[in-house]
Each structure stands twice: as structure tokens, then as C-alpha cells.
């Protein structure tokens, strides 16, 4: 059974930077893609930016350059590092992962407000 949790969320001035993470369980990691989506109030989910067994990376436009995603294999952990964070990046964050199937972490509350 696989299983997502994350962590990391929570209230950040615009400007200041929060570290997410997701630690996954049940399957062989290395092997599927980490993915990071949000969910801003009122509006569908979006895909922020997801990374490959090997590494590869691919970011949304509206967070290049602020935002960086990593993994962990050896942890089998992913994170999402976010910089100069604005009011709009207020969402619900979800980890997600690819691998004979698609799963979800639970989500995680990410306001960026004064």
C-alpha cells in the first residue's frame, strides 16, 4: 500500500520561504515520478513541478525560478523548497507520485499573507 505524508506547510510573509516535504512508503520509490500540485481557494489544481527517478525536472512558468523541487531516494523523500514566496502562492499543497498507478499525500496548507 502506498502511502504519502507531507509536511512542511504553514503562514510566510511575501517574500520569506517555506521547505516541503513528502515522505512516501510502500513501493520502490527511485522507480515513479514526484510530482507537486496545488489547489488555491476557489480554483481547480495545478501542477507546480515534478521530477524523475533520475532527476529531471519540470516546473509551472508562474514558479520558475523560485521554486525548486528534489528527492531524496536513499530517504524516500521528495521536497519542494519555495523562495520569494507572493500572496497568490496561497494554496493546498499535494505531493503525488507515478508508479503502476497514481497516489496523494493528504495535502498541506501553505498562506502567504502579512
Known amino acids: 500500500q502506498v502511502q504519502l505524508v507531507e509536511s512542511g506547510g504553514g503562514l510566510v510573509q511575501p517574500g520569506g520561504s517555506l521547505r516541503l516535504s513528502c515522505a512516501v512508503s510502500?513501493?520502490?520509490?527511485?522507480?515513479?515520478?514526484m510530482g507537486w500540485y496545488r489547489q488555491p481557494p476557489g480554483k481547480q489544481r495545478e501542477l507546480v513541478a515534478t521530477?524523475?527517478?533520475?532527476?529531471?525536472?519540470n516546473y509551472a512558468d508562474s514558479v520558475k525560478g523560485r521554486f525548486f523541487i528534489s528527492r531524496d531516494n536513499a530517504k524516500n523523500t521528495a521536497y519542494l523548497q519555495m523562495n520569494s514566496l507572493k500572496p497568490e502562492d496561497t494554496a493546498i499543497y499535494y505531493c503525488?507520485?507515478?508508479?503502476?498507478?497514481?497516489?496523494w499525500g493528504q495535502g498541506t496548507q501553505v498562506t502567504v499573507s502579512t
Open positions: 503525488n507520485y507515478q508508479n503502476r498507478g497514481t497516489y
Open positions: 510502500g513501493t520502490i520509490f527511485r522507480l515513479g515520478i
Open positions: 521530477i524523475t527517478g533520475g532527476g529531471s525536472t
